[in-house]
């Protein structure tokens, strides 16, 4: 016999997946070489004391876990998609071609008479300097001095956070590598400064909550954005920096964002 | 086990399609059915509670994410299992310097069998199976543990049979001397 055949046979064996005839055939073979014989039954055995290790319950709050997750990532999605189930729904089955031709003249219509009397006759780009969020958004950091940073490096994640500041501008540079879910907490002082935008540069989707005093970043995988502050009458304060996991903290710090810059 | 899954997988795939239509219930019965087979995988693969809990989280979000990608023409239980191995190996890639450490942490065979008692013998085959090769407790776990057939293991892992089946037998090997060594296998 092969040592292939042979470990093929041993494997089945263990694993109770012999024919009679190839249970019969390696018997015959452990019979006439003792070793391979003792190979085969410390295998064996080596089976039998995994069979100890029985199953494990999960949590119990583990499913309302992942339902809770489920609902704050696809919340958006899902609820479009609820929307446009049930406008189709309503249509499906419905839609004869005179009723469709009428439909479609009244909604042509009303696009018509929208464009003319609602647009704004001047549609122009005006003064961008008001918008926030991602799609105003796109600092060159060459025009800003470098306040902070900190790294860390766990088994859960790791990452980089720098700071910068330049005229009334603060910005802090979040770059976080993990496996699993991480939420980056960016708390900040609302008398000092406000929230101004986001712009994702790399990685996965994820989410910003926006609070009074505080941007939360959640993300799983690789990850590079840029969260931007608007500092009120030149005040600026510190940024409080936390990273959790599963609603345990990973990891704190504090960042200056101006002044001495202590930035490598 | 395995057989077990076989018979939902019509249902699964009929779940799969109400999700998609944006019935959020149904992935709610998805997940009845595969959260304890997923967390036990990732449990035996990194041997923490807290971890466990956290990848088995972040596999059924990818999963559901990702929801409108499966194909039907496989099974949802192995189109899950994947990402829930490659989830897993990820992480224990990335944690693989505190494992190597581990490792060396364990006696090497100077304490009796006598000396442990059998909560100890369970903590110290979590071990022996903790401080295997990933690619090694992989095959292990998904055979031992899943009651997974050398075709799933193939299909999941993305290697032929015969490999399964050659890194299987090497992996049981490496455990049985482990096990001898540790003086937890007479």
């Known amino acids: 016999m092969t040592q292939q055949k042979l470990v093929e046979l041993i494997n089945k064996e263990i694993d109770g997946t012999n024919s009679r005839a190839e249970s019969a055939k390696l018997k015959s073979h452990l019979s006439r070489h003792p070793g391979a014989r003792q190979a085969y039954e410390e295998l064996q055995k080596t089976a039998l004391i995994l069979q100890r290790l029985g199953e494990v319950d999960p949590p119990p709050h583990l ?202 | 086990m395995a057989g077990r899954l076989y018979i939902g997988e019509q249902e699964d795939k009929e779940l799969v399609r109400r999700c998609l239509q944006g019935e959020k219930e149904a992935f709610g019965a998805l997940l009845d059915r595969y959260e304890k087979p997923i967390y036990n995988l990732v449990f035996r693969m990194v041997n923490d509670q807290d971890d466990a809990e956290d990848l088995t989280q972040a596999i059924f979000v990818k999963a559901y994410e990702k929801l409108d990608t499966f194909d039907e023409r496989f099974k949802f239980f192995s189109w899950l299992y994947k990402i829930a191995v490659n989830t897993s190996l990820n992480f224990v890639s990335h944690r693989r310097h505190q494992e190597r450490l581990r490792d060396e942490l364990v006696p090497n065979g100077v304490q009796l069998e006598e000396e442990f008692d059998e909560s100890e013998r369970y903590r110290k085959l979590e071990d022996a199976i903790l401080a295997l090769r990933v690619d090694h407790r992989i095959v292990i776990v998904l055979r031992h543990f899943q009651n997974l057939s050398y075709d799933e293991m193939s299909k999941i892992l993305d290697i032929p049979t015969k490999t399964v089946k050659s890194r299987l037998f090497t992996a049981r090997q490496i455990l049985k001397n482990k096990l001898l060594k540790w003086g937890l296998q007479g």
């Open chain 1, 63 to 264: 499913r309302q876990h992942i339902l809770n997750s489920l609902e704050k990532t696809q919340k958006g999605v899902t609820r479009e998609w609820d929307v446009l189930g049930k406008v189709l729904e309503a249509l499906r089955g419905r839609l004869v071609p005179r009723y469709a031709l009428v439909f479609a003249s009244g909604l042509f219509v009303g696009i018509l008479l929208f464009v003319i009397f609602a647009l704004p006759r001047d549609l122009g780009v005006g003064d961008t300097s008001g918008l926030t969020g991602t799609m105003a958004l796109v600092p060159e950091l060459s025009v800003f001095q470098p306040a902070d940073s900190v790294a860390f490096r766990l088994p859960e994640a790791s990452g980089m956070i720098k700071t910068y500041y330049g005229g009334e501008l603060v910005i802090a540079e979040v770059r976080i590598e993990s496996v699993t879910p991480v939420k980056t907490e960016i708390g900040f002082h609302p008398e000092a400064m406000t929230f101004s935008g986001f712009k994702r540069l790399q990685g996965v989707e994820g989410s910003l909550d926006i609070g009074q005093n505080a941007v939360a970043l959640t993300q799983s995988g690789s990850g590079r954005g840029f969260v931007t502050f608007l500092s009120r009458g030149g005040s600026q304060g510190p940024l409080e920096i936390r990273v959790s996991s599963g609603g345990r903290t990973l990891y704190q710090s504090v960042l200056r964002t101006r002044g001495s810059s202590s930035v490598e």
